[in-house]
C-alpha cells in the first residue's frame, strides 16, 4: 500500500521527532550524528526534550546525545542531560534498595515472591538502571498470601492509599 502525498505529508515526522525517534533506543541510531551535524542549529532544544519527557524516554535521549559530539549540542543541553541522569540513577538506585529489602524480609516472612516490571525490567532491557524510569516497585504473590503480605508491609512501614 502506497500513501498518497497528502497522506504523506500527514505522516512526515518534525526534525524534534525525527532526533528523538533517532536517539530514544539503547544504541542510537546510525543517522544520529549526521542529522545533528547538518540542522542541530535548527533543533528546538525545548520542544524535544519535553516530547522525551512526555513519552518517558529522556534517559535514553541523555545518553545518546552523551555520545554526540558536543559541539553539535549546546552545552546547557549537555549538562542537563549529565544531571538527568545522575538523579535517574540515584532515584533508581534508591529505589531497588527499598525493593531489594521488602523480597528479603517477604521470604523471610515465608512469603513467595517474583519482582517485575521496575528495576527488573530495566537491568534485563537496558543493563544500566539510570536508562528507564519507574515511580513504582512491582512484584507478584500468591492470592493466598495477600493478607500475610500486606501485613509485612505494614511492619515495613508502608502504607496503600487504596483498600483492596
Avoid at 500513501?3 to 544520529?32: D, K, P, T
Avoid at 538523579?87 to 521470604?107: C, G, I, K, P, Y
Wanted: net charge negative.
Amino acid at each position: 500500500m502506497q500513501l498518497n502525498e497528502q497522506q504523506a505529508e500527514q505522516h512526515r515526522f518534525s526534525l524534534e521527532e525525527e532526533v528523538l525517534l533517532a536517539a530514544a533506543r539503547l544504541q542510537a541510531h546510525s543517522g544520529l550524528q549526521s542529522l545533528l551535524s547538518e540542522r542541530a542549529q535548527d533543533i528546538d532544544w525545548e520542544v524535544l526534550v519535553a516530547s522525551a519527557l512526555t513519552h518517558g524516554v529522556t534517559p535514553l535521549l541523555c545518553k545518546n546525545l552523551l555520545g554526540i559530539s558536543h559541539d553539535l549540542i549546546p552545552s546547557p543541553i549537555m549538562q542537563a542531560c549529565q544531571s538527568h541522569l545522575q538523579q535517574q540513577r540515584q532515584s533508581n538506585q534508591a529505589a531497588t534498595q527499598q525493593l531489594t529489602e521488602a523480597l528479603v524480609q517477604l521470604t523471610l516472612a515465608g512469603i513467595t515472591v517474583m519482582p517485575f516490571k521496575g528495576p527488573s525490567l530495566t537491568l534485563k532491557a537496558y543493563g544500566d538502571i539510570s536508562l528507564r524510569p519507574f515511580r513504582d516497585l512491582d512484584f507478584l504473590i500468591r492470592a493466598t498470601d495477600a493478607e500475610p503480605c500486606l501485613e509485612q508491609l505494614r511492619r515495613l512501614g508502608y502504607r496503600h492509599e487504596h483498600n483492596l
